[in-house]
């Protein structure tokens, strides 16, 4: 199965957290992300190790390890316009929109454990991206 990965989901690879179990579910698909997931992510690692969840070696491993992952990774650029367009259409933030649009490109979902993202996609005036998302603990482990 193909999926696009957000960088919410990603992040439950690299420390042990709820929903780890169902993201390293998702290793054997085939999965897409969007080039700003390292700068996501990396944005992640900082704050756990900034509030002494993870120590910085563990951070730095983290960092290693999912830039050797076997996914398919997207330049933003080529995203960009469909992302500012889901953007200003949804009142929600860019970055966010990013996974969106390479979802719809791909064919496929973003997972995610935004709840914020989740939440918008679901509401009545999105019905277009109702199937584009999908909530990560509700996936299987």
Known sequence: MKWVVDASAAAKWLAPEAESAQADALLVHDLFVPDLVFAEVANILWKKQSRGEIDEAVA????????????????????????????????????????????????????????????????????DLHARVSWLAAMPA
Do not use: G, I, K, N
């Not at 992302?83 to 995610?112: E, G, I, M």
């Open 60 to 127: 730095v491993a983290a960092a290693r390890w999912l830039q050797h992952l076997p996914w398919r990774v997207v330049p933003s650029v080529a995203l960009m316009p469909a992302a500012l367009a889901l953007s200003v259409r949804l009142r929600h933030p860019a970055y966010d929109c990013f996974y969106l649009a390479l979802a719809v490109t791909q064919d496929s979902a973003v997972v995610t454990a935004d709840r914020r993202l989740f939440e918008r996609c679901r509401q009545a005036d999105a019905p």
